[in-house]
């Protein structure tokens, strides 16, 4: 079962952003950033950085792959 990304979509929202806005930011569509939220997209690492960085954050900070942190960004996926 796929886990939401709760610390992205944490760090949207404490930056007064939406989905949308995040996604226009990151030039994505929004159906990207709400896969990648809900654990549905395998991301790669150079949108992980480039999400990161939208938010002036560490990629390890938002994506800690194999960790029980309510973060599990990506089991089986689609691409």
Known sequence: MNKVNIKLWA???ERGLTQVDFARIV?????????VINGHWNIDEM???KYSRALRMKPDDLFLEGKD??????SPKHH
């Open 27 to 35: 030039g994505d569509d929004p159906s990207i950033v709400s896969r």
């Open 69 to 74: 942190d309510n973060n599990d960004e990506f």
């Open 11 to 13: 760090a949207i929202r």
């Open 47 to 49: 949108r992980k950085l």
